[in-house]
């Protein structure tokens, strides 16, 4: 439900107005704030929405399980609520969040990772197992689409799952070990070098040398324990403040 709605009526009146299907269940189609991608469809019954409406973190039900679901109290990976919308029907749930991990159990980022929209396009693998590549990119991560960045948010989590395990002989594990001075370090290095290529010029040099950057960004974050989508947030907040020109 929108904030006005939400000051308007009670708890159990915004309950009343949620058209709940022969099962009792509403859909819930849960959105990234930040970037706006889709990362799940779930399903709400009345206590679990009235859990999240309380809480501010996402509680679903599990159809398969015949229980109520906190998402991330097991994984860690939490749904902050930014806000709640009822279609206009009143059978369907938008729900906007600022997640802290991925939202689908395979470790992608949105549980809509498999693209097959048409024949022989690549499928994008899932990220969570020691050692995952980023390959089988499809055009689609290029073209302007919601889904654009998820590279960023894979790359994002391989950072974090080199920090954790550590693998030998990983350059990520190396600047982990080296600790934040070495990684502060190679910014300042990535960014100097990314200046030279700008005032050079040189628009190969300087696509390298951003994606050097933009990488060594990722590790500092991670090691500062500061998420990226913290980092989106703040750029759509500043995105959607009023302009004074």
Not at 22 to 30: N, R
Not at 166 to 176: K, N
Request: hydrophobic residues 35%; glycine residues 6%.
């Amino acid at each position: 439900m929108s904030s006005e709605l939400n000051q308007q009526l009670s708890l159990e009146q915004i309950l009343d107005n949620v058209r709940w299907n022969e099962a009792e269940l509403v859909s819930a189609i849960v959105q990234d704030n930040a970037t706006l991608q889709v990362l799940t469809l779930a399903y709400m019954n009345r206590e679990s929405l009235k859990l999240s409406l309380e809480s501010g973190e996402t509680w679903f039900w599990s159809r398969s399980r015949q229980e109520l679901w906190h998402k991330g109290a097991t994984s860690g990976n939490t749904q902050k609520i930014s806000s709640i919308q009822l279609d206009c029907d009143g059978d369907a749930l938008l729900v906007r969040v600022i997640p802290s991990g991925p939202a689908c159990h395979t470790g992608a980022t949105s549980c809509f990772s498999r693209d097959i929209s048409a024949p022989g396009t690549a499928v994008t693998p899932a990220v969570g197992n020691a050692g995952a590549q980023l390959t089988n990119r499809t055009d689609a991560i290029s073209s302007v689409s919601e889904g654009r960045f998820e590279v960023l948010a894979q790359l994002e989590a391989i950072i974090k799952e080199r920090e954790e395990t550590r693998p030998e002989g990983a350059y990520t594990t190396y600047l982990f070990d080296k600790g934040v001075d070495k990684i502060l370090k190679k910014v300042g290095e990535e960014a100097s070098e990314t200046i030279i290529a700008a005032k050079n010029k040189d628009n190969e040099e300087l696509r390298l040398e951003v994606s050097d950057l933009i990488y060594h960004l990722l590790v500092l974050l991670q090691e500062r324990k500061l998420p990226l989508d913290d980092v989106l947030a703040e750029l759509n907040r500043r995105h959607e403040r009023p302009r004074r020109d």
